[in-house]
């Protein structure tokens, strides 16, 4: 298996984007106010090197800025389900920090990479759909979204993580947006994808299912299905007996199917893009 890139309906590039004067190949200064100050990783890499030197790279061009593993083990080339995740991970999370997001089963091909700036964040994505979700939930008016054009003189065609990624963070990180071209969320790949998804996005190394629906969203009687089991829901794990299968509203703000100390994906056969339906408890 190689290793991978290894207002709702917005019309306008926003604010900051107008603003950028790019000059050729060398891109556009970022203001030092508008520059990151810590870089967070999330990838489907797993174990392996892959993420040990794209770190590496990142603290040789920038020592003194912290780099996170914020989750490496994203649902392998789905980034039609990580795309969920991303609203709930960034949650409470440092303003300032450069999310490097690679889920990119279309490593090597001619798809485009995105530069996204919202709030005090900026974000690194292939165009394939895995910031959408984010761009729908958010609250930013006006993000600033480009598509990156800028590419560097050596290139693996197969761990672009390392090979195109970073090296975009790594300008980025020291102050210039390497030469880009302002886009609209309507010309993106996955731009008519949904804002939730009552799917399982993603599971745990518990077992847990995570899925792409707000929780605030369902109401607390609300009785889930998923592969023909039925679940109430429960504020926590200990609130229901060993063994026993439950939906909750997890840390992310999320609804997860779990079992109190037990797997639910074994228990319930549950997989990655296994649907889940819900209606009101009649009892």
């Not at 609250?139 to 979204?145: C, D, F, N, V």
């Not at 679940?231 to 200990?238: E, G, L």
């Amino acid at each position: 298996m190689r290793p991978q890139g290894c207002s709702k309906g917005r019309g306008s590039p926003g604010l900051f984007a107008s603003q950028l004067m790019f000059r050729g190949d060398h891109g556009q200064a970022i203001a030092r106010g508008q520059r990151p100050r810590r870089i967070a990783l999330i990838t489907d890499f797993g174990a392996g090197p892959y993420i040990g030197q794209m770190r590496l790279l990142l603290a040789a061009a920038a020592p003194s800025l912290p780099v996170i593993d914020l989750i490496a083990d994203l649902t392998p080339f789905r980034p039609d389900l990580a795309g969920y995740l991303l609203p709930g991970l960034l949650r409470g999370m440092p303003p300032g920090t450069l999310y490097l997001c690679v889920v990119d089963p279309g490593v090597g091909s001619e798809r485009g990479i995105l530069a996204l700036r919202i709030g005090s964040d900026w974000l690194l994505a292939p165009d394939n759909g895995l910031l959408v979700p984010l761009l729908l939930q958010s609250a930013e008016r006006r993000p600033a979204l480009f598509r990156v054009d800028w590419r560097p003189s050596t290139l693996s065609a197969s761990f672009h993580g390392r090979d195109l990624f970073t090296p975009i963070a790594q300008r980025i990180i020291k102050g210039r947006l390497p030469r880009a071209t302002p886009v609209r969320m309507a010309d993106l790949v996955g731009a008519g994808m949904s804002p939730s998804l009552a799917a399982v996005c993603y599971l745990d190394s518990y077992g847990n299912a995570m899925t792409g629906v707000p929780a605030r969203g369902v109401r607390d009687d609300a009785v889930v299905s998923v592969r023909g089991a039925r679940v109430a829901r429960a504020r926590t794990f200990s609130d229901v007996p060993v063994g026993i299968a439950f939906w909750y509203e997890n840390a992310f703000g999320l609804l997860e199917v779990a079992v109190n100390q037990g797997r639910a994906d074994s228990r319930l056969g549950l997989g990655p893009g296994d649907s889940i339906t819900w209606q009101l408890d009649s009892a």
